[in-house]
């Protein structure tokens, strides 16, 4: 079993920055691709960020490349999202996952409130 604990998030103002961290427990996840996704009020969970197991490979959604930077310490079993020059429009619960033998894991999420 997998549990993922994200932290980090809060109330910043338009322009700001926030760290995010996804720790996990109960297993090694140093062998899995990971990624951070977020969910709106009235809308559907989207994809935001994907870091490959290595770190080496990154992905980014259109609307955050640039001012998101994904980011992995295997050995602490823990994956980071450092958010940047915030928008009002990236307000949402932020939440990690991992796909580990065909079954995703998620954590509980944590908000992000940007005020403008």
């Known amino acids: 079993q997998v549990q993922l604990v994200e932290s980090g998030g809060g109330l910043v103002q338009a322009g700001g920055s926030l760290r995010l961290s996804c720790a996990a427990s109960?297993?090694?996840?140093?062998?899995?691709?990971m990624g951070w996704f977020r969910q709106a009020p009235g809308k559907e969970r989207e994809f935001v960020a994907g870091?490959?197991?290595?770190?080496?490979?990154?992905d980014y959604a259109n609307s955050v490349k640039g001012r998101f930077t994904i980011s992995r310490d295997n050995a602490k079993n823990t994956v980071y999202l450092q958010m940047n020059s915030l928008k009002p429009e990236d307000t949402a619960v932020y939440y990690c996952?991992?796909?580990?033998?065909?079954?995703?894991?998620w954590g509980q999420g944590t908000q992000v409130t940007v005020s403008s």
């Open positions: 996952k991992v796909r580990v033998m065909l079954s995703d894991y």
């Open positions: 109960g297993r090694t996840l140093s062998r899995y691709p």
């Open positions: 870091i490959s197991w290595s770190g080496g490979s990154t």
